[in-house]
C-alpha cells in the first residue's frame, strides 16, 4: 500500500493590532491608579489585518510525490512471489481430491470422523458394543416370537379341507384320511400330498391350493372308465389308457357300459388290479368293437371274449358271442381285418 503524499503545509499568521477595546480596557486599568484628569476625546480609527505568508519552495512537496512514484515503480519492477495454492487435504475435508495425484488414505477412526470432539473414546467403545448386544438380543427375541406365532398358533392351523371334483365315496373317505386337518398350513408338505393323491387309481391328476390363513382346496380329476373287464378274480373298470381303475362294485357310472371276458389262464389274469395296466391297443380295439358291432349287424346284446393267443404273432384274440349262441372269432388288433361268423 501506498503512503498518501503529504506535502509541506502552508501556514498563514494573522496578526491583529490592539482596537479600540483592548485601548479602552487599558484606559481604565491606569485610571484606577491616577488621579482623574480630563482627556480630549480621541478620534477612533480602524485597523488593516495584516497576512503573512511564509516564504515557501513549492519543488519540495513535488519532489517527495516523485519520490514516492519512483519508489513505487522499482517495487513494481521486482519478481513477485506468489503463495502456492495447496489443496485441503482428506484429513481436513473428509473428501477425496478432484484431481492431481490419488493416494490411498487410510481411513479415519470413527471417533475423528465427528466433528464434535469425543470426550473419551474408550467410554464409547463400550457404548457401542453394548448397544450392539442389546440391539442382537432384542432382534433375536422378536425373531423367536415371530416363529412361535407362525408355528405354533392355532390361527394358522388347517380347519377346512374343500374337495373339489370327486364322485366316488371311497376314494373321498381316502382323502380325508390323510390327516391334512389340523397341520400347520406353512408345514404342509403339497408336493407330497399330491404325489399321494396321484398315486391312487382312481384319480388321473390332483391339485393342492393354500387359501391363507387356515384352509385347503384339494381339486380332483377322475379317471372316466371306458369298459369293464372281467377275470376270474373280479371285475375292474378301465380307463381309455388300459389303467385298471377299481373294482367295477367301487365305481360309480358303469352300470351301462360294456364288459371284456377275459378267459385266458388264473396265471395270467392274477396280475390285473387295481393300478396296474393293460395293453392300450387292445383296450381301444375292444372299444371299437363295441361301438361298431351295432352298427353292422344290429345286435346290440353281445359278449365281448379275449382269449389265448392262436395266431403266430402271439396276440390274443377276440370272440364274438351272441344271445342266440353263434360266435364270431376276431383276430387281435394287429392281425384283426374283417370278422368270420360261424
Known amino acids: 500500500m501506498t503512503e498518501k503524499s503529504r506535502l509541506p503545509e502552508q501556514i498563514a499568521s494573522h496578526t491583529y ?32 489585518r495584516a497576512v503573512t505568508i511564509p516564504q515557501l519552495d513549492p519543488s519540495t512537496a513535488w519532489n517527495t510525490f516523485a519520490q514516492r512514484q519512483a519508489q513505487l515503480r522499482r517495487a513494481r519492477a521486482q519478481p513477485q512471489h506468489y503463495t502456492k495454492l495447496v489443496p485441503r487435504t482428506y484429513v481436513q475435508t473428509g473428501m477425496r481430491a478432484t484431481s492431481g495425484r490419488l493416494k490411498t488414505v487410510r481411513p479415519l477412526p470413527r471417533s475423528n ?17 453394548l448397544h450392539k448386544l442389546l440391539s442382537i438380543f432384542a432382534i433375536g427375541i422378536v425373531l423367536l416370537l415371530a416363529m412361535n406365532f407362525v408355528f405354533a398358533s392355532n390361527a394358522l392351523r388347517i380347519e377346512q379341507v374343500h374337495i373339489v371334483g370327486i364322485h366316488n365315496h371311497a376314494l373321498m373317505q381316502n382323502i380325508q384320511r390323510m390327516g391334512m386337518q389340523g397341520q400347520n398350513i406353512f408345514l404342509i408338505n403339497i408336493a407330497a400330498l399330491t404325489k399321494q393323491m396321484q398315486a391312487y387309481p382312481l384319480v388321473a391328476s390332483a391339485t393342492l391350493s393354500k387359501q391363507w ?44 357300459t360294456m364288459t371284456v371276458v377275459d378267459t385266458r389262464s388264473e396265471g395270467k389274469t392274477s396280475s390285473i388290479h387295481p393300478g396296474s395296466r393293460l395293453n392300450a391297443a387292445d383296450i381301444a380295439f375292444a372299444h371299437d ?39 364270431a372269432y376276431l383276430g387281435g388288433h394287429r392281425i384283426a381285418t374283417r370278422w368270420r361268423i360261424g
Open 17 to 48: 493590532l490592539a482596537g479600540p477595546t483592548h485601548l479602552a480596557r487599558r484606559q481604565r486599568e491606569e485610571t484606577m491608579h491616577e488621579p482623574e484628569v480630563k482627556r480630549p476625546v480621541m478620534a477612533t480609527h480602524k485597523l488593516q
Open 213 to 256: 390363513p387356515n384352509q385347503i382346496t384339494v381339486t380332483i380329476v377322475e379317471r372316466t372308465p371306458v369298459l369293464l373287464w372281467q377275470t376270474k378274480q373280479g371285475t375292474y373298470s378301465v380307463d381309455g389308457q388300459g389303467e385298471v381303475i377299481a373294482a367295477s362294485s367301487e365305481t360309480t357310472g358303469v352300470d351301462h
Open 113 to 129: 470422523r465427528s466433528a464434535i470432539p469425543v470426550r473419551s473414546g474408550r467410554r464409547t467403545a463400550k457404548h457401542g458394543v
Open 289 to 327: 368293437v363295441f361301438t361298431r358291432l351295432p352298427q353292422l349287424t344290429g345286435i346290440t346284446m353281445f359278449k365281448l371274449h379275449y382269449d389265448e393267443a392262436t395266431s403266430a404273432s402271439g396276440d390274443a384274440t377276440y370272440t364274438v358271442e351272441s344271445p342266440e349262441g353263434w360266435l
